[in-house]
Structure formats: structure tokens, C-alpha cells
């Protein structure tokens, strides 16, 4: 499988703090890149995708992606403890493995009031 | 709109005892279909993918296997359950190969082989 590295954690901001999640991959080519949420004992929810190299935001979500150093980042601003959660970054696979979906283990942010 | 049902949501199994999870996909046709494992402390791990009905691929080799046997209908089966079988299963749906918009996500099995 596609290699996707995320530091496992956990990860602890206080309220109204920006997180930071990120993220890399091995596989150069790679092109989509998407960002779930998964709250405990629940199945994750897509936040974003990106694919196109930058920022992308979207309300308090913000996805930067760098395909030159194959890296690929969450900001959460203003953190709420509605947002404690783990955060699974995933990668779209190509020829051979096109359509599929790689996950790294996911970063668990806790976010105290 | 699109829903995706996957039953039963926890399961205790003895080792050795077969296994059957269903899961179905409503409000779409041909869709792309997958089985994911969560294990404790691991990530999401893809187990099988479907593009079509008795189109199975395996990304890991084990005592799983997968069947198609309706365009939204994906089952995942094991003769015979091991210890390393329990886990967090997942199914999910997408639209097509190169869509940029992800998977959508059952809301999971919870299996523990005791």
C-alpha cells in the first residue's frame, strides 16, 4: 500500500488556539489529497480534499498542499472542543491502485476549554 | 441523496465461527465499493475494492474474501475467524475512479473474535 505518515500524537490545543495536522506521503505522483475527521467509536466524515498545490480554505478548515515536498497539512482555527477528534489524511492512488484511498493512522487532537 | 447501510454495527465471534457483513449503497448505480479494517491503535487499513458486480481486487492477503453479488451490494466473509480478525470494518462508496471527493463511510461493524 501507498505510505502516508502522520504523527500519531496526540496533539492538545486549548480553546480559540490554531491546530496544526500534517502530513506526508511517498508516492510522488500522487494528485488528491483529502482530510477526514473520525470521532471515537464513530466511522470518518470527509472535512476537505485538496489537489492543486496551496492553500484551500474552507470556514475554519484551511488544506496546504506542497507536492515538491510531498507534504500536506490541517489548520484549525479558533479550536473548539466539538473539534477533538482523530484526523485521518488519506491519499488517492494512481495507475495500478487508481481510486483507492490510503489513510495514515491519523493524528488525535484534543482541544480543553 | 445517497446512503450507505452496514449491519450489524457489533459483533462477538468465537474463533473459528464464520463471518458475513453486509453492506448496501442506495441512491446511486454503479458504484465504486471498499472494505476497510480499523484495528486498535492502527490505521485504516483497505481490505478489498469493487467496480463492479463480481469485480473483487485484494490489497492484503488473508482469510477474508469479498463478493459483489448485486451493483450495490458488497459482503465480506471469512470461513474461519482468527483473533487478528477483530477490528473496526468499514465500508464505503465513491463515484468513479478519479473523483476528487472521496469516500463516503457505512457506519461501521465493530467484530471482536473471542
Known amino acids: 500500500q501507498k505510505e502516508v505518515e502522520q504523527n500519531s500524537g496526540p496533539l492538545s490545543v486549548p480553546e480559540g488556539a490554531i491546530a496544526s495536522l500534517n502530513c506526508t506521503y511517498s508516492d510522488r505522483g500522487s494528485q488528491s489529497f483529502f482530510w477526514y475527521r473520525q470521532y471515537s467509536g464513530k466511522s470518518p466524515e470527509l472535512i476537505m480534499f485538496?489537489?492543486?498545490?496551496g492553500d484551500k480554505e474552507d470556514g475554519r478548515f484551511t488544506a496546504q498542499l506542497n507536492k515538491a515536498s510531498q507534504y500536506v497539512s490541517l489548520l484549525i482555527r479558533d479550536s473548539q472542543p466539538s473539534d477533538s477528534a482523530t484526523y485521518l489524511c488519506?491519499?488517492?492512488?494512481?495507475?495500478?491502485?487508481?481510486?483507492?484511498?490510503?489513510f495514515g493512522r491519523g493524528t488525535q487532537l484534543t482541544v480543553w476549554p | 441523496s445517497q446512503t450507505i447501510h452496514q449491519w450489524p454495527a457489533t459483533l462477538v465471534q468465537p474463533v473459528g465461527s464464520p463471518l458475513s457483513l453486509e453492506c448496501t449503497v442506495e441512491g446511486t448505480s454503479n458504484p465504486n465499493l471498499y472494505w476497510y479494517r480499523q484495528a486498535a491503535g492502527r490505521g485504516l487499513q483497505l481490505l478489498f475494492y469493487?467496480?463492479?458486480?463480481?469485480?473483487i481486487s485484494s490489497e492484503v492477503p488473508q482469510n477474508l474474501s469479498a463478493s459483489r453479488p448485486q451493483d450495490r451490494q458488497f459482503i465480506l466473509s471469512s470461513k474461519k475467524l482468527l483473533l487478528s480478525d477483530s477490528g473496526f470494518y468499514l465500508c464505503?462508496?465513491?463515484?468513479?475512479?478519479?473523483?476528487?471527493?472521496?469516500?463516503?463511510f457505512g457506519s461501521g461493524t465493530r467484530l471482536t473474535v473471542v
Open positions: 469493487s467496480v463492479g458486480i463480481g469485480q
Open positions: 485538496i489537489y492543486s498545490n
Open positions: 488519506a491519499v488517492k492512488g494512481r495507475g495500478s491502485t487508481l481510486g483507492r484511498l490510503y
Open positions: 464505503a462508496w465513491s463515484v468513479g475512479q478519479v473523483s476528487n471527493y472521496g469516500y463516503t
